[in-house]
């Protein structure tokens, strides 16, 4: 069973950089896309970014240019970097394993971000 566990969370200052990892365990790492989501209380969980398996990057236009999603395979682990933070993008991060082949979809618990103005 795939677990993943997010890390790097915490309060910073609006403007400030701040870098988020997913590590996961099982073999499926590799063949899966990954993504980071953020929720903030009352609202959806909305995409961030999302990376292929072959290393193929979206972005959410609210972060285009100030989020940069990487992973490395032999690793097992996923990661955000974030820079020129903003107040908005306070929320709790997830981290999303998703294997369409084999039907996996899978979170992480959440890690949470928070940006002071």
């Known amino acids: 069973q795939v677990r993943l566990v997010e890390s790097g969370g915490g309060l910073v200052q609006a403007g400030e950089s701040l870098g988020l990892s997913c590590a996961a365990s099982?073999?499926?790492?590799?063949?899966?896309?990954m993504g980071w989501y953020r929720q903030t209380p009352g609202k959806q969980r909305e995409l961030v970014a999302t990376?292929?398996?072959?290393?193929?990057?979206n972005y959410a236009d609210s972060v285009k240019g100030r989020f940069t999603a990487s992973r490395d395979n032999t690793k097992n682990t996923l990661y955000l970097q974030m820079n020129s933070l903003k107040p908005e993008d306070t929320a709790v991060y997830y981290c999303?394993?998703?294997?369409?082949?084999?039907?996996?979809?899978?979170w992480g618990k959440g890690t949470l971000v928070t940006v002071s103005s």
């Open positions: 099982g073999s499926i790492f590799s063949s899966a896309t």
């Open positions: 999303n394993l998703k294997v369409l082949l084999y039907g996996m979809d899978v």
């Open positions: 990376i292929t398996s072959g290393g193929m990057t």
